[in-house]
């Protein structure tokens, strides 16, 4: 199932019937696509999170044959997707947006208020005090456990990870963001809405742009 894509387009009645009517006819064209669940299974092991078969095929035949402008779009750092896809030449915009890797190969990196990196590290060194960090992983500005694989230890995770957020003295600016198969504490002002938003402002005029992400959300047991 597909969450969190808008099936409806502004000011129009006919949703996605109408996106695919127009879409012979528009000035420019962009595929955002998500990576873990959409282009690729969900793992335990995000390293060998390879792409479903002939993804790859399919994405380079875009890329050759059409003007279509490919985008990926993950919480993953830039820099992963290449190796995973086997393909070069594709803007991918990484870690919630903090991240840009740009067909060139040239990497742009948001500044992060330092105020905010020293409470991701807080929350990594209590990460640590919990026992939790052998499924910890750090980012440009943020810091996941995951549990994937061993959902029996999940609702445990839970709890320390609801103590951990309780604990952080300055989190105003932070998000507590569960995934399918984990929580990521990351800095609140920037998400994958924001990539969205900057390929749309590059692209020109009558732009049919679609962002194609796969989610499955963690119930929560409970909360505070």
Known sequence: MLHGVSTELPGQSGGITEFLSRLSKARSRALLLDYDGTLAPFTSTPAQAHPYPEVSDILRCIQRETDTRLVIVTGRHACDIPGLLGLTGIDIWGCHALERLRPDGSNEIARVDPRLLAAIET??????????????????????????????????????????????????????????????????????????????????????????????????????
Not at 161 to 181: E, K, N, T
Not at 196 to 204: A, C, D, L, N, W
Request: proline share 4%; aromatic share 6%.
């Open 123 to 224: 929350a990594g060194h209590l990460i640590t005090c919990e026992g939790l960090a052998h499924l910890a992983e750090r980012k440009t500005a943020s810091i996941a456990v995951h549990w994937r694989g061993h959902e029996e230890i999940s609702e445990h995770v839970v709890q320390r990870m609801l103590r951990i957020w309780s604990l952080i003295p300055d989190r105003a600016d932070l998000r507590f963001a569960p995934f399918d198969g984990g929580i990521e504490i990351r800095v609140a002002n920037r998400d994958k809405g924001d990539a969205v938003r900057s390929i749309f402002r590059e692209m020109e005029p009558e732009v049919a742009m679609a962002y194609l992400a796969t989610t499955q959300p963690m119930k929560m047991h409970s909360e505070r």
